[in-house]
């Protein structure tokens, strides 16, 4: 009986040690999968916006400190809707500043139009972004294209 005892505890424990390390296998995935990019740098949000398909002009960037309103209303709540089908969620950043750096993009099918891809970015992190053209009756989509 003793026997059947410690072999059950070795098999619980194995199961503990296996469990544990399938665990810790996933979250590191998990967290690989993500942004890669450290977007703090020109060259990381360069990065960034060329994994998703865009090439850009580095020499057009942008940037400007924005303050994130306290309430999505309005075609901001439009924009985030967007946003939420991007994977990305303005609602957990109200009332933040953050950075938003806007970029020419030179690689986009309306080569008639001017278009720009805006980041907002906190820290290391992209919060949100698009890609708009400037014409009067222009156009606003995602950063991902649809076969991301």
């Known amino acids: 009986m003793h026997k059947t005892g410690e072999s ?5 424990a194995l ?14 995935l998990l967290r690989s ?17 060329l994994d998703l398909g865009w090439e850009i002009d580095a020499e ?6 924005v303050q994130l309103p306290n309430v999505l209303e309005g075609s901001l709540a439009d924009y985030n809707e967007m ?13 933040e500043t953050c950075d938003q750096y806007t970029y ?11 278009v720009l891809a ?7 992190e992209v919060i949100a972004g698009d890609i708009h053209s ?10 991902k294209t649809e076969q991301d």
């Open 8 to 12: 059950f505890t070795k098999k619980k």
């Open 15 to 28: 199961t503990i040690v296996l469990l544990t390390a399938f665990i810790l296998v996933s979250l590191i």
């Open 33 to 49: 999968c993500g942004q890669k990019e450290d977007v703090s740098t020109l060259e990381g949000r360069q990065a960034f916006l």
């Open 60 to 65: 057009s960037e942008e940037v400007r400190k």
């Open 83 to 95: 946003q939420l089908q991007q994977g990305y969620d303005l609602s957990r950043h109200l009332g």
């Open 104 to 114: 020419r993009i030179t690689n986009h099918p309306e080569k008639e139009q001017t």
């Open 118 to 124: 805006t980041l907002y970015v906190q820290g290391h």
């Open 134 to 143: 400037t014409a009067l009756n222009g156009f606003l989509h995602g950063l």
